[in-house]
């Protein structure tokens, strides 16, 4: 089971300088990637709730330049707010710029408010999604060319570059059947968030069975955010998770206070990580 960073990106006073050291902490540690999550206009402050101060792709570009092996990835991009061919430009530039470490992350949203200061429709979030993710794809794996939907018309005049060497891995987040629909149909990854281990377990074998040969992974994202939680009780979750037959396991440490501790308490006492170590 591979094991990723959430970073902190949650508090307006921490410079992206300190994200980059994170990041880079990470990597040396031996996690497999650091994720940043997103959010446009939450109805209240960034904190535990809303993450995203920075915004994950331009954000993201700048830690492709801080690190050299770690995956590089949005946890989660909300995809219905945002023009799906910048969304395809930004990823297939991010592709290059990070020799193919960039995974796209999304979800369809669940703040109806940000929804409404976009414009943006929420009910028709989660087939505006699909649809996006469709229209990217082709955009990266033909240059251009006609694609026709219920929501986007590019005609076969249309030019995209730069295309990626290899497709931009699509992870796709969410517990419903109906993300698991659009792992099954279009992406390549799933992350669960607020389920059990064994509640995993079963989503799991429901997305395989939707996805029938297709090969997707199957993994999550959990919390140590406050020091009331001691890390051998982390690392015993870790491997309940592990147990279940998580392929990838993303962490967050809480917020900028005791980030960097926890981050560093975790890895000391991890046999999985530190590779110098081991």
């Known amino acids: 089971m591979r094991l990723?960073?959430?970073?902190?990106?949650?508090?307006?006073?921490?410079?992206?300088?300190?994200?980059?050291?994170?990041a880079s902490e990470a990597e040396h540690l031996g996690f497999a990637g650091v994720w940043l999550p997103d959010h446009l206009l939450p109805p209240a402050a960034y904190g535990t709730t809303y993450g995203g101060v920075y915004e994950p792709l331009v954000t993201l570009a700048y830690l492709a330049a801080?690190?050299?092996?770690?995956v590089l990835g949005t946890s989660v991009l909300v995809l219905p707010l945002r023009d799906p061919l910048t969304v395809a430009k930004q990823t297939a530039t991010l592709a290059h710029l990070s020799g193919d470490r960039f995974v796209l992350g999304v979800g369809v949203g669940w703040e109806p408010y940000e929804f409404a200061a976009a414009g943006v429709d929420f009910r028709t979030r989660g087939a505006r999604t699909t649809a996006a993710l469709r229209l990217i794809r082709h955009l990266h794996t033909t240059g251009g060319g006609e694609h026709r939907d219920e929501f986007h018309a590019v005609d076969g005049r249309a030019v995209f570059q730069p295309v990626p060497r290899r497709p931009v891995p699509f992870l796709i987040g969410g517990n419903s059947d109906?993300?698991?629909?659009?792992?099954?149909?279009?992406?390549?990854?799933w992350q669960a968030v607020g389920l059990s281990p064994s509640q995993f377990a079963s989503r799991?074998?429901?997305?395989?069975?939707?996805?029938?040969?297709?090969?997707?992974?199957?993994?999550?994202?959990?919390?140590?955010?406050?020091?009331?939680?001691?890390?051998t009780d982390v690392l015993a979750e870790?491997?309940?998770?592990?147990?279940?037959?998580?392929?990838?396991l993303a962490l967050w440490f809480g917020a900028v206070g005791g980030f960097a501790r926890r981050l560093r308490a975790f890895a000391a006492a991890?046999?999985?990580?530190?590779?110098?170590?081991?």
Request: glycine share 6%; no cysteine; charged share 30%.
């Open 66 to 70: 801080a690190t050299r092996t770690v």
């Open 270 to 278: 991890s046999g999985q990580l530190l590779p110098a170590t081991r």
């Open 4 to 22: 990723h960073v959430v970073l902190p990106d949650e508090s307006p006073d921490m410079p992206v300088a300190d994200l980059a050291a994170l």
């Open 204 to 231: 799991r074998d429901r997305l395989r069975e939707l996805a029938g040969e297709r090969p997707v992974s199957a993994g999550a994202r959990i919390s140590w955010d406050s020091d009331d939680r001691d890390v």
């Open 178 to 189: 109906a993300a698991l629909r659009r792992v099954a149909e279009v992406g390549e990854q």
């Open 238 to 248: 870790v491997d309940a998770w592990a147990a279940a037959g998580a392929d990838d």
